[in-house]
């Protein structure tokens, strides 16, 4: 029961703001810019805490508010909406928008339960989960709900749902057939360009192995980036079916797709924050590969003094975890435990690991042979999901179907399936030598701080940017002999590269018995 | 050792980018604006993960990168500098700065250690406030941080030293006089204007109380909000030390000196969030009572179903955490615990607040007597700081002083020295009356969703909007009869207040035996 004095309130209230494209990319968040002098909504309001919704014709979004002090960027009686956020609300540039203030998402509710200590429920995950789809969440609650969320906060039960909860937000890819195989690694190791071979290998064994891949976010290249020097990985779903119906494989950017696109948002508060929890690695890996329709999946876990798991043990209770979600979840999985020292081949950056790839492909007597024996290693046990393949015959099949040329013929096809790639890619030509400071031998590689040099050189973003490596673990150098090379394509970023790889190399030289064990399953 | 094979590269480097003003508002986050086509620095690389950094003439900030596709807002070889970032490196527009990859903050070392649970010290808990204070923490970084280091996260020997770290992070006021006097509420009642009383009774007296208070970030006024309704707060250090000296008391806006700096940054994040953990609330509290130079603290913490505090069980937890690290810091500190069922006095909001103030001071029979109760309880305390005070002789103390007119004159001549405030506020003039939709009593009054209201209604920006309450709780209300008032100065807002009104009037009526007893110290 409401009585009010003030009828004008009524008709002043009609006021809206006609929206424009302001044309700035702000990447992740959206954006609204408001002019300091409106007079139907005061920006000082909105700004200090919360989101406003924007809405339209049933239509809306959430967004940031900045407040402009410029009538050019966006006048009086206009709303400005970023590119992201113009492009997702959908509308004509001058329709009439009215704007509120967003409440905060109710899920926050149960990332606070969560905060608190509590266990939270697959209801809780779903509503977390679903919110965050919608983008209600700004960057700062999904930070306090995944630190909230590490593992020593959940419990499997937990992961199990989150899993479930992710897998859900998104679409689901129907390869109409029973059996999906896939392949995929925790990631950390630069270089490990294993599924370019293990799919055509796999695929010309006749086992469907549909590879949908990221882009690199933190690393210097993706499976999707290095894929794309040699062809078109951006697929519409329906085209990508046709291609793994006929050629039984495919290296496709799963983009386009909307696999557990929360997995996504997620990733890209986790990534810059360093964050990388079992529990979380858990639910976005088989959340997405059980929305790429997988049904057979071979877990890659390398083991390595910089790789993401450090030491035996902690690769067997993330090997639990993952086998504890993935059954109830009807995934049949497989985890490998693999030598994670250093990087795998020798290119790190998309032009270089491609070279490397074609190489083992071509078997090339100069290809590196560590990424060679990898691939047979991960192909031979995706075959073996194969009940008509004799367990531990694996390896010599897959070996075959290199040898004999079949898996670079099956290869040749998929690119020419998916458009081979017109622009031809060099590696960069601005390069950089970084020699031995003294003789002795290489004794560790920094997995980080390759990566991340090769980053800065402008990996992936520029195809031939990265470092290659010269020299690997237990070779002999003698003092001012070449480590690695940096390739770089701009003159910023090669600078950028040149200045860490002074401050430090990444490489250690010492004795040959100070090189560490591979403490991995061979 | 490194080998350049392009001396090219060390040439092109020499590029810079000329600063502009981008007349955008952003807030607490420095935003710096790239034209996409730069072919200097290359967008995409800077924006996916981390902040930039600008370098000039010795100077540095950091800054988030957007992409601009619009000349108008910044050209190619500009880099537009939003209005809080261009102010904070502080160089003349036209200044050529140079662009490199902002490393992580190194104290997030420190904060994933807090995440994976351990603990950290006092080294590492400087190191932390260091980088926050320089602005190198995201938002997002901060909600980790804040997330990690909740109660459930950190040994009381923790808290001591992030309070300890926030202390020291920034200035400290020093008011040349060994007894300085200052209460303090933990907040989350509205209406609870008590500063504005204790200080001129306090005053009176002679005892030194020089109130630093902060504005409204979540509430619907801060003690500064609400002062301002009286006489200026905004004083300078030097002039608030005159004004001490002369008065013996001020009521002044605490943000002109840098006090416990970090506080504020991670304030701006913890409340959106909702956190409200007890080992921040302490650390934020006492490194500011500390900055300003408090020898003798009172500390109010009100208990209630609605407030922060809902028993009395936890309010004995954080009454003890308070003293463990008061007591270390060398901080006199008195915890008081009171009535928090139900927001305090009548107005709620800047202008309706000033007016029971004003009421109090002025023994006004129409005055709210649970403020003018509660504030002479609190002044009767802090004058118990006096050893020539009796203890127990506090309240009768106050009241005379009170009664006698001088608190009146005291608070008069306060106003006069500060600056008395020309502007005359008056009471939104958009109102509404919330009814009683049944007979009955009051038996709740929800403090956060009056608090919301006034705010929607546009408290603290606007000084007459506000909510004012006609029923407390224990009244008996007729069908139909006002339970508040809701004042609004600007349509859109009036309009906000009243849907959330009639969602939920944050009244609930009942029999008078329902009214929740009051469960503290009398």
Redesign the interface.
């Known amino acids: 029961?409401?009585?009010?004095?003030?009828a004008?309130?009524e008709n002043?209230?009609r006021?809206t703001l006609r929206i424009r494209r302001?044309?700035?990319?702000?990447?992740k968040e959206n954006?609204a810019?408001l002019n300091?002098e409106c007079s139907?909504?005061?920006?000082?309001?909105f700004?200090?805490?919360?989101k406003i919704e924007i809405h339209a014709d049933g239509k809306h979004i959430l967004a940031v508010l900045?407040?402009?002090?410029?009538d050019?960027?966006v006048g009086v009686g206009e709303l400005g909406l970023?590119?992201q956020a113009f492009d997702q609300l959908g509308l004509a540039a001058g329709t009439a928008v009215r704007v509120?203030?967003a409440e905060?998402p109710r899920s926050?509710h149960a990332v606070?339960r969560k905060?608190?200590?509590e266990r939270l429920d697959l209801k809780d995950y779903r509503a977390i989960a679903r919110d965050i789809a919608e983008n209600r969440y700004?960057?700062?609650?999904?930070?306090?709900f995944?630190?909230?969320a590490?593992e020593?906060g959940m419990d499997r039960d937990e992961v199990l749902d989150l899993t479930r909860a992710m897998f859900e937000s998104g679409e689901k890819l129907d390869w109409r057939e029973s059996f999906v195989a896939d392949k995929h690694c925790i990631g950390g190791i630069p270089g490990n360009r294993t599924s370019m071979l293990v799919v055509p290998i796999v695929a010309s064994h006749g086992m469907l192995i549909p590879k949908t891949s990221s882009r690199a976010?933190?690393s210097p290249a993706g499976t999707a980036d290095t894929m794309e020097v040699l062809a078109r990985v951006n697929l519409p779903p329906e085209e990508m079916r046709q291609i793994v119906q006929k050629y039984r494989g495919c290296l496709a950017w799963g983009g386009t797709a909307k696999l557990a696109p929360v997995d996504d948002i997620l990733i890209s508060?986790e990534?810059?924050?360093?964050?990388d929890s079992r529990s979380q690695m858990v639910a976005s890996i088989l959340s997405k590969k059980l929305a790429a329709g997988s049904t057979h999946l071979l877990l890659d876990i390398p083991v390595g003094p910089t790789a993401k798991v450090r030491h035996m043990q902690e690769a067997l209770v993330l090997r639990k975890l993952f086998e504890f979600v993935g059954d109830r979840l009807g995934l049949h999985l497989q985890v490998i435990i693999t030598d994670g020292r250093q990087p795998v081949g020798r290119g790190i950056g998309p032009v270089l690991e491609a070279r490397d790839v074609m190489q083992v492909l071509n078997n090339d007597p100069d290809a590196p042979d560590d990424l060679r024996q990898k691939a047979l290693r991960l192909a031979g046990r995706v075959l073996e999901f194969d009940p008509d393949v004799r367990g531990g015959s694996g390896f010599n099949l897959a070996r075959d179907i290199l040898d004999s040329g079949r898996a670079l013929a099956q290869m040749e096809a998929i690119i020419d399936a998916q458009g081979r790639q017109e622009q031809v890619f060099e590696p960069g030509?601005?390069?950089?030598?970084?020699?031995?400071?003294e003789k002795g031998h290489v004794v560790g590689i920094d997995n980080f701080q390759i990566a991340h040099i090769a980053r800065?050189a402008?990996a992936p973003?520029d195809k031939g940017a990265g470092v290659d490596l010269l020299k690997k673990l237990g070779d002999p150098v003698e003092k001012?002999e070449?480590l690695y090379r940096i390739h770089?394509v701009?003159?910023?970023?090669?600078?950028?590269a040149?200045n860490a790889?002074?401050q430090a190399s990444g490489y250690t030289l010492g004795e040959p018995e100070q090189v560490p064990k591979q403490f991995v399953e061979s």
């Open positions: 029961m409401t009585r009010s004095k003030s004008k309130a002043d209230y006021g302001t044309a700035i990319d702000t990447y954006v810019y300091r139907i909504y005061r920006a000082e309001g700004q200090a805490l919360s900045n407040v402009v002090d410029d050019a960027i970023s590119e509120s203030h905060p926050m606070r905060i608190a200590g700004s960057r700062m609650e999904m930070a306090a995944l630190v909230a590490t020593s976010i933190t508060v990534r810059p924050l360093g964050l030509a601005l390069t950089m030598e970084i020699c031995a400071p800065l402008g973003m001012g070449p770089a701009f003159p910023a970023d090669f600078r950028f040149e790889a002074r």
